[in-house]
C-alpha cells in the first residue's frame, strides 16, 4: 500500500510540476476552445487523451514498446502546436463540413496524440523503476495519479475560462484565440529545442 500511494504520489507530481509544463500545456490547448458549459464535450477529451497515454504508457513501461526518447520529446510539442493552431480555426465558415465530423475526428487525434505523450510519461516512469521486474502495481498508481493531476488541472483552467467569459464578458472566442496564441508561441520554443533533424 506503501508503493501504491508512492507511485500515486510521482504521477500526480509529475504532471502538476511546472518543470514539466509542456503536458499541461497541451491539457490547456484542448481545452480552450471550450466553455465549462460544455463539459461534456470536455470530460470525452479528456478520457480519449486518457485512453491514449494509458496505452504507450503501459506498453513501454512493460518493454513492448521502445522509441528513442530524443524523438518523443520533439513530437510532444509538435502535438501541442498542432492542437493549438487548430483551435485557430473553430466556427469559421471554412470548417462547417468538418465540424459535422469533429467530434469524432478531434476524439481520434486526441487519443493519437495521447499515445505520444504517454511515450513521454514512461520515460519518466521507467528511470523511477529502474531494474524492478514487479511493475503492475506501480503502473496503476503513477497512472491514477496522472489522472488526478490532469483532471485537477482541467478544473482549474475551466474555471478561470468561466470567470474571463462569465464575470469579466470577454468572448469566448476571443479567449480561444488569446490562450492558443500564447500555447502556439511557447510551444514554438519548445519545438525548435528539441528539433532532432
Known sequence: M??????????????????GYDHMLFIVALCAVYSLAEWKQILWIVTFFTIGHSITLALSVLKIVNIDSAIIEFLIPCTIFITS???????????IFIKKQ??????????????????????????LLGQSTSIVSELFAFNIGLEIGQ?????????????FINLLNIKKRELNLIVSAMVAGIT??????????
Open 102 to 127: 469533429k467530434p469524432y475526428l478531434k476524439y481520434f487525434f486526441t487519443m493519437f496524440f495521447g499515445l505520444i505523450h504517454g511515450l513521454g510519461f514512461s520515460n519518466y516512469l521507467k528511470s
Open 151 to 163: 483532471l485537477i488541472i482541467v478544473f482549474i483552467f475551466m474555471l478561470l475560462n468561466y470567470i
Open 85 to 95: 493552431f487548430s483551435n485557430f480555426f473553430e466556427k469559421t465558415p471554412e470548417s
Open 188 to 197: 514554438i520554443n519548445l519545438i525548435i529545442d528539441k528539433w532532432i533533424f
Open 2 to 19: 506503501i508503493d501504491f500511494f508512492t507511485y500515486f504520489k510521482l504521477g500526480y507530481e509529475h504532471i502538476t510540476d511546472f518543470a
